[in-house]
């Protein structure tokens, strides 16, 4: 077809007429309609105009976040697949690639918990496949507000049993993970999920519509009315009648059907039959077809009269922008059509041949034979618009972040009560309740299982394993962004090292709220470059990620929150280690300097009620240190345990430690005494949260030669006391206070307080 | 010998289960794509673990009309060693090659975490290299394992000494905090009553590498091999 | 042909504990709904089906729960057309 | 007080995918259950409950499914007394 004849694209009967309003509805801005009209020539049809929306949208278009994302370090020797793809590539040794990435599905959480999660894992499920990669772990970083509220309770129970029953169904194993209840989240959860996927490096594939005459297939499950703008609906603050407003949007998600994608989608790939292949996600057919075409160069036309339909009277419009789940994009190798479907026959799936690659770099679209759209594809997929917004710290933060917090350091001697508190707080109780929903061995290669400082997956057939692990305090991030995101990533790594895994790359999810509001963009602006020099330092380059937008309700935002999803290689799995003590009398040994820092503290907001103070300060050189240190002893299996000091502090590290496991089947808590010196408050000693810490216990004998490694690397170390008897004591003592508190009892409350919560309104 | 791991479409625990067959020499392990209607010349079959047919309807109850199902009902009615794990087990009872059948777990919640079971009966070719009263630690992972029979059945189970596996405290008793999801009588596992045929609801499969924590599940495999090894071929 | 729609209600079988319902009451109850005295979920199926006459349509559903809809050990089942019964009977 | 007997049938929304009732719908074709059309899979919840009257207890009962027993954005309920509908509804 010529562009000449493309120039005129006859409107649609029973469309819409394109007005001002039309256009504002579909949230372009003037300018954008205008670059519109330049890039057309002419006016959009109402199916053109929604493709633009879509395509143009925050979560397509990364119209006000891709300007930021430029400052991200996005190389590194190991990378394979930087950010653009469906999911970053890193080659691990071995001959092995790993594919991994994170996603967010804030919104339709926030409307249906439970299909908004399920439907989030089901997506980044797909965004690992189609690189060619067998998905092998999971994760999911979540937050919510306080408890004490029916709904938030709702809400999160909801979305943990959609992550559960998605993922259990696939037979996915969840490694870990994070979750974070304040007031700031109430209205607008966060629920972000990352997966790991496994390759031959030669396995890779990518996006692309390539090969003029290539046949494109629909696959999987039939398209409906779901999610219709679910692209422009995530990037839309969240109305306080969200749910009846986004009512048809709601996607179910088929986990048994994804499953026989994920299968499928694989044997596809090894078949050579197709040359190409991308996950119909956020503005479904549109973005999957338009980029595809657009990273290639090439062109396509596709034929919605030919996309099998779930409903009847299905408009171009709905099939291009519907987001029913698990359905892909592929393009077969022209004559081997047949092939594909016999593949796709096999696990049950349906496969339509719905359109062509061209070459004349259009994105055309027609609808039994008629042309309805007719776009030039790589102003579409590339053309938006971006923005550099106006970014002005709010005084108010300004305020809160100076405020003198000498009075809370004041309290002094017998600090169990504050302690045994603390332990309720489900910010530092066992996350049992959430991972024993989740399947956490199918597939028979964690090693490391959700509960300590990160996942460990082993690779068969080699001495290889991954670690993971989700960071990020939205607390810190509120009070400082730019150190906030440093401390998320530093915290990221630290969790990596205590079991072993040396720090390889990072995917990020920024959830924030409206870019429009200069205080947001300033926490956008700090927080990614932050990042930016954090994952420098640590070389470990930013692979991909994910921008969640106006998470906001009623005009209040969420607490800047850019979840870091790091991985980290172990070259031999055997020596990684957990965090809970192996034996008594083993010493336990302090890594790294405690400073009176309380800001931003769990102990603030439980006892104070207030988020307030600078938060912990990193000293991206001292942590670097750190982290050698530990992969050093854990190298030369010097140590029994490692457990990173975060949330809590001191005394929860050695707490968590002691239990060793937050869930049914946790062991016998160990007893301990402890002693710290420091020249300072005791609460800041035992709860504030100095970032750069690391507890670890190891055999009496080799503690010598543990502090003597430690000092070689200019690590500070002390010895501060040792593991007691099974049910024993737990004693930490400092100068000017102490906590002294039976373990079994601390086991107790730590393995309760979250299911306490959760099941008041359960049997 | 030669066995066969079934593939439904929705198992995800069979590459486990063929691998854990793996880790002994005497076991050569082949999948079996659930379209087949012949199972050739096989020593035994597993029924592995996952989410046949999506659970959709209630657990097993669709995959049991597998064209597969008819020749493994008959082998297993002819004496052949079947074993059925997690799903298998709840297929297996849909299929009426097990009595009882698996309600949803009493919490409603799916339950995924290491249990502790009781070897009650090694009068049993899964179980013969075990000592009774044996304490394994195996994970369960599901989200429908709550055994449930009527009284007579119940009483032939322990009458017959039949019940394999039952769930137990870590120090072995029956009391609370024993049972992970409201099986009658803490079942965790039985057999059918030509002791040919087993069902279990924890995974023996995640049990058989130190690398992976627990190798308390070996027995089973172990049994096994002893009993096929001893039945001329 | 005609199109029958047809209802099956798939109930756990009286005396056998009902985790759900038990659940829902308990739930119910913490929201302070009073004067509750029992509750029992279980499943209703929606079948369109195409058939010459209602007793066949009828015919070929029943044969459905039997086979595959019910569970014969734990659960019973009823059918109607629209909103009459028109069969009951427990899945033995 | 009277005690009633309420059943209330809870049902996915029209046009929200059913993959429960897509899966027994497939199911029941391959084992050659023929001129099915169409599958949707709900849950029927049997309640018994004291009060004054019908209205009252239909009343509380519509309450229960707005607050808890329906999910307001992905199903539509209904109430009956016996086997008369009473009300009809969606959740909101
Ligand atoms: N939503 C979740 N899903 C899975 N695992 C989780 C989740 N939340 C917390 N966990 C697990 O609980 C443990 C404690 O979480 P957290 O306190 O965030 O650990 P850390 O502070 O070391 O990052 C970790 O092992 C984490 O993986
Ligand atoms: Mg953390």
């Given at each position: 077809?010529?562009?000449?004849?493309?120039?005129?694209?006859?409107?649609?009967?029973?469309?819409?007429?394109?007005?001002?309003?039309?256009?504002?509805?579909?949230?372009?801005?003037?300018?954008?309609?205008?670059?519109?009209?330049?890039?057309?020539?002419?006016?959009?049809?109402?199916?053109?105009?929604?493709?633009?929306?879509?395509?143009?949208?925050?979560?397509?278009?990364?119209?006000?976040?891709?300007?930021?994302?430029?400052?991200?370090?996005?190389?590194?020797?190991?990378?394979?697949?930087?950010?653009?793809?469906?999911?970053?590539?890193?080659?691990i040794g071995?001959?092995?690639?790993?594919?991994?990435?994170?996603?967010?599905?804030?919104?339709?959480?926030?409307?249906?918990?439970?299909?908004?999660?399920?439907?989030?894992?089901?997506?980044?499920?797909?965004?690992?496949?189609?690189?060619?990669?067998?998905?092998?772990?999971?994760?999911?970083?979540?937050?919510?507000?306080?408890?004490?509220?029916?709904?938030?309770?709702?809400?999160?129970?909801?979305?943990?049993?959609?992550?559960?029953?998605?993922?259990?169904?696939?037979?996915?194993?969840?490694?870990?993970?994070?979750?974070?209840?304040?007031?700031?989240?109430?209205?607008?959860?966060?629920?972000?999920?990352?997966?790991?996927?496994?390759?031959?490096?030669?396995?890779?594939?990518?996006?692309?519509?390539?090969?003029?005459?290539?046949?494109?297939?629909?696959?999987?499950?039939?398209?409906?009315?779901?999610?219709?703008?679910?692209?422009?609906?995530?990037?839309?603050?969240?109305?306080?009648?969200?749910?009846?407003?986004?009512?048809?949007?709601?996607?179910?998600?088929?986990?048994?059907?994804?499953?026989?994608?994920?299968?499928?989608?694989?044997?596809?790939?090894?078949?050579?039959?197709?040359?190409?292949?991308?996950?119909?996600?956020?503005?479904?057919?549109?973005?999957?077809?338009?980029?595809?075409?657009?990273?290639?160069?090439?062109?396509?036309?596709?034929?919605?009269?030919?996309?099998?339909?779930?409903?009847?009277?299905?408009?171009?419009?709905?099939?291009?922008?519907?987001?029913?789940?698990?359905?892909?994009?592929?393009?077969?190798?022209?004559?081997?059509?047949?092939?594909?479907?016999?593949?796709?026959?096999?696990?049950?799936?349906?496969?339509?041949?719905?359109?062509?690659?061209?070459?004349?770099?259009?994105?055309?679209?027609?609808?039994?034979?008629?042309?309805?759209?007719?776009?030039?594809?790589?102003?579409?997929?590339?053309?938006?618009?971006?923005?550099?917004?106006?970014?002005?710290?709010?005084?108010?933060?300004?305020?809160?972040?100076?405020?003198?917090?000498?009075?809370?350091?004041?309290?002094?001697?017998?600090?169990?009560?504050?302690?045994?508190?603390?332990?309720?707080?489900?910010?530092?109780?066992?996350?049992?309740?959430?991972?024993?929903?989740?399947?956490?061995?199918?597939?028979?290669?964690?090693v490391q299982?959700?509960?300590g400082d990160a996942g460990v997956i082993r690779f068969?057939?080699t001495e290889r394993g991954v670690a993971?692990?989700?960071?990020?305090?939205?607390?810190?991030?509120?009070?400082?962004?730019?150190?906030?995101?440093?401390?998320?990533?530093?915290?990221?790594?630290?969790?990596l090292v205590c079991v072993g895994a040396v720090p390889?790359?990072?995917?990020?999810?920024?959830?924030?709220?409206?870019?429009?509001?200069?205080?947001?963009?300033?926490?956008?602006?700090?927080?990614?470059?932050?990042?930016?020099?954090?994952?420098?330092?640590?070389?470990?380059?930013?692979?991909?990620?994910?921008?969640?937008?106006?998470?906001?309700?009623?005009?209040?935002?969420?607490?800047?929150?850019?979840?870091?999803?790091?991985?980290g290689v172990l070259e031999d799995v055997s020596r990684a280690i957990g965090h809970?003590?192996r034996?008594?009398?083993?010493?336990?040994?302090?890594?790294?300097?405690?400073?009176?820092?309380?800001?931003?503290?769990?102990?603030?907001?439980?006892?104070?009620?207030?988020?307030?103070?600078?938060?912990?300060?990193?000293?991206?050189?001292?942590?670097?240190?750190?982290q050698r240190a530990v992969l050093a002893l854990i190298r030369d299996r010097l140590l029994h345990s490692a457990?990173?000091?975060?949330?809590?502090?001191?005394?929860?590290?050695?707490?968590?430690?002691?239990?060793?496991?937050?869930?049914?089947?946790?062991?016998?808590?160990?007893?301990?005494?402890?002693?710290?010196?420091?020249?300072?408050?005791?609460?800041?000693?035992?709860?504030?949260?100095?970032?750069?810490?690391?507890?670890v216990s190891c055999d009496?004998?080799r503690?010598?030669?543990v502090?003597?490694l430690?000092?070689?690397?200019?690590?500070?170390?002390?010895?501060?006391?040792?593991?007691?008897?099974?049910?024993?004591?737990?004693?930490?003592?400092?100068?000017?206070?102490?906590?002294?508190?039976?373990?079994?009892?601390?086991?107790?409350?730590?393995?309760?307080?979250?299911?306490?919560?959760?099941?008041?309104?359960?049997? | 010998?030669?066995?066969?791991?079934?593939?439904?479409?929705?198992?995800?625990?069979?590459?486990?289960?063929?691998?854990?067959?793996?880790?002994?020499?005497?076991?050569?392990?082949?999948?079996?794509?659930?379209?087949?209607?012949?199972?050739?010349?096989?020593?035994?079959?597993?029924?592995?673990?996952?989410?046949?047919?999506?659970?959709?309807?209630?657990?097993?109850?669709?995959?049991?009309?597998?064209?597969?199902?008819?020749?493994?009902?008959?082998?297993?009615?002819?004496?052949?060693?079947?074993?059925?794990?997690?799903?298998?087990?709840?297929?297996?009872?849909?299929?009426?090659?097990?009595?009882?059948?698996?309600?949803?777990?009493?919490?409603?919640?799916?339950?995924?975490?290491?249990?502790?079971?009781?070897?009650?009966?090694?009068?049993?070719?899964?179980?013969?290299?075990?000592?009774?009263?044996?304490?394994?630690?195996?994970?369960?992972?599901?989200?429908?394992?709550?055994?449930?029979?009527?009284?007579?059945?119940?009483?032939?189970?322990?009458?017959?000494?039949?019940?394999?596996?039952?769930?137990?405290?870590?120090?072995?008793?029956?009391?609370?905090?024993?049972?992970?999801?409201?099986?009658?009588?803490?079942?965790?596992?039985?057999?059918?009553?030509?002791?040919?045929?087993?069902?279990?609801?924890?995974?023996?499969?995640?049990?058989?590498e130190p690398l992976l924590g627990?190798?308390?599940?070996?027995?089973?495999?172990?049994?096994?091999?002893?009993?096929?090894?001893?039945?001329?071929? | 042909?005609?199109?029958?729609?047809?209802?099956?209600?798939?109930?756990?079988?009286?005396?056998?504990?009902?985790?759900?319902?038990?659940?829902?009451?308990?739930?119910?109850?913490?929201?302070?709904?009073?004067?509750?005295?029992?509750?029992?979920?279980?499943?209703?199926?929606?079948?369109?089906?195409?058939?010459?006459?209602?007793?066949?349509?009828?015919?070929?559903?029943?044969?459905?729960?039997?086979?595959?809809?019910?569970?014969?050990?734990?659960?019973?089942?009823?059918?109607?057309?629209?909103?009459?019964?028109?069969?009951?009977?427990?899945?033995?």
């Open positions: 077809m010529s562009d000449a004849k493309a120039a005129t694209v006859a409107s649609r009967a029973g469309d819409p007429e394109i007005s001002p309003g039309l256009v504002a509805e579909h949230g372009l801005s003037e300018d954008e309609y205008e670059r519109v009209l330049g890039i057309l020539g002419r006016p959009p049809t109402f199916t053109e105009l929604g493709v633009f929306s879509a395509m143009w949208s925050e979560h397509c278009g990364y119209k006000n976040s891709k300007r930021l994302l430029m400052l991200l370090p996005t190389e590194a020797p190991w990378v394979i697949q930087g950010p653009g793809e469906n999911a970053g590539v890193i080659d071995d001959g092995l690639a790993l594919a991994f990435k994170i996603e967010s599905h804030n919104h339709p959480s926030a409307v249906e918990p439970y299909e908004g999660a399920a439907t989030g894992v089901g997506g980044i499920l797909r965004d690992i496949f189609t690189m060619g990669a067998r998905p092998v772990a999971v994760l999911d970083s979540l937050r919510f507000g306080d408890l004490d509220s029916p709904r938030v309770r709702y809400l999160f129970s909801g979305a943990v049993r959609g992550i559960g029953d998605y993922g259990n169904c696939v037979g996915i194993p969840n490694i870990g993970g994070e979750v974070f209840f304040d007031r700031a989240y109430e209205g607008n959860p966060l629920v972000n999920a990352m997966c790991l996927g496994v390759m031959k490096t030669d396995e890779i594939i990518r996006g692309e519509a390539s090969g003029v005459g290539n046949t494109l297939m629909a696959v999987g499950a039939r398209t409906g009315r779901d999610g219709i703008h679910g692209a422009t609906f995530a990037s839309e603050e969240l109305s306080e009648d969200s749910d009846e407003a986004s009512r048809p949007r709601v996607q179910v998600g088929d986990p048994f059907t994804e499953k026989l994608l994920l299968e499928a989608s694989l044997e596809l790939i090894r078949s050579g039959h197709i040359v190409g292949i991308q996950d119909m996600g956020a503005a479904g057919l549109t973005s999957s077809a338009s980029e595809m075409a657009g990273r290639s160069g090439s062109g396509v036309e596709i034929d919605v009269a030919r996309v099998p339909v779930r409903e009847t009277g299905m408009t171009p419009y709905e099939i291009l922008l519907s987001e029913s789940q698990e359905r892909m994009l592929v393009v077969a190798r022209k004559g081997e059509e047949e092939e594909v479907r016999r593949i796709l026959e096999k696990w049950e799936l349906e496969a339509e041949s719905i359109g062509r690659v061209t070459d004349d770099g259009r994105f055309r679209v027609l609808e039994d034979g008629v042309v309805v759209a007719d776009i030039p594809a790589l102003p579409l997929t590339e053309g938006c618009p971006t923005y550099e917004r106006e970014g002005v710290e709010d005084p108010a933060v300004i305020e809160l972040r100076e405020r003198d917090l000498s009075r809370v350091l004041g309290k002094e001697g017998d600090l169990s009560e504050v302690f045994m508190t603390l332990l309720a707080s489900p910010n530092l109780a066992s996350k049992a309740w959430i991972y024993e929903q989740y399947d956490t061995t199918v597939r028979t290669n964690t299982r959700p509960g068969r057939d993971a692990t989700t960071d990020c305090n939205g607390r810190y991030c509120f009070l400082d962004p730019r150190e906030g995101a440093k401390a998320a990533v530093a915290e990221a790594a630290r969790n390889t790359a990072v995917t990020n999810n920024l959830n924030f709220g409206s870019p429009l509001k200069p205080a947001i963009y300033f926490q956008m602006r700090e927080a990614v470059q932050g990042m930016a020099e954090a994952c420098s330092f640590f070389e470990t380059p930013v692979t991909g990620g994910n921008v969640s937008l106006y998470n906001e309700t009623g005009g209040r935002p969420v607490y800047p929150t850019p979840v870091i999803g790091m991985v809970g003590f034996s008594e009398g083993d010493s336990i040994i302090l890594l790294g300097e405690t400073r009176e820092e309380i800001g931003g503290s769990e102990f603030l907001y439980r006892t104070e009620g207030v988020v307030a103070g600078r938060p912990p300060r990193v000293d991206l050189v001292a942590e670097r240190q750190l457990h990173d000091c975060s949330e809590g502090g001191l005394v929860f590290a050695l707490a968590e430690s002691a239990v060793g496991g937050g869930g049914s089947d946790g062991p016998e808590p160990w007893g301990l005494e402890v002693e710290v010196n420091a020249p300072f408050s005791p609460v800041a000693l035992f709860f504030g949260e100095s970032q750069g810490r690391v507890v009496p004998d503690a010598g030669e502090l003597a430690a000092a070689e690397h200019n690590v500070p170390g002390t010895r501060i006391g040792t593991v007691g008897p099974h049910r024993g004591t737990f004693s930490v003592s400092a100068p000017l206070g102490f906590i002294r508190v039976q373990s079994s009892e601390i086991a107790r409350r730590y393995r309760e307080a979250l299911p306490a919560l959760m099941e008041a309104d359960q049997p | 010998m030669k066995v066969a791991v079934i593939t439904f479409p929705g198992s995800n625990c069979d590459y486990d289960c063929y691998k854990a067959l793996q880790l002994l020499p005497e076991f050569e392990p082949h999948f079996v794509w659930h379209r087949e209607v012949a199972l050739g010349p096989v020593d035994a079959v597993f029924l592995p673990g996952g989410f046949a047919h999506g659970d959709y309807l209630r657990a097993g109850a669709i995959a049991r009309f597998s064209p597969i199902m008819d020749a493994v009902l008959e082998f297993g009615r002819s004496g052949g060693i079947v074993v059925g794990i997690c799903n298998g087990f709840q297929v297996l009872c849909e299929s009426g090659l097990l009595p009882g059948a698996l309600l949803r777990n009493e919490s409603l919640r799916f339950r995924s975490h290491e249990v502790h079971v009781r070897v009650e009966t090694v009068r049993t070719p899964f179980t013969s290299a075990y000592e009774k009263g044996r304490i394994l630690r195996i994970p369960i992972a599901h989200g429908e394992g709550n055994y449930f029979a009527n009284a007579e059945t119940l009483a032939e189970l322990e009458g017959e000494d039949r019940i394999v596996f039952r769930y137990v405290t870590p120090s072995g008793e029956l009391g609370p905090g024993s049972n992970p999801n409201g099986s009658r009588h803490n079942i965790a596992g039985i057999v059918n009553a030509q002791r040919n045929v087993l069902g279990m609801m924890p995974h023996p499969e995640r049990s058989v627990s190798t308390d599940g070996r027995g089973i495999f172990e049994s096994l091999a002893g009993h096929l090894g001893g039945i001329p071929a | 042909m005609t199109r029958f729609h047809l209802e099956i209600r798939v109930k756990p079988r009286p005396g056998l504990l009902d985790p759900e319902g038990k659940a829902v009451h308990h739930a119910l109850q913490s929201l302070d709904f009073s004067g509750v005295a029992e509750v029992r979920v279980g499943k209703v199926i929606d079948i369109e089906i195409d058939a010459t006459d209602r007793s066949e349509a009828l015919e070929r559903v029943r044969e459905m729960c039997r086979k595959l809809l019910a569970n014969p050990v734990t659960e019973d089942f009823d059918v109607r057309v629209a909103d009459q019964i028109v069969y009951t009977g427990d899945a033995a």
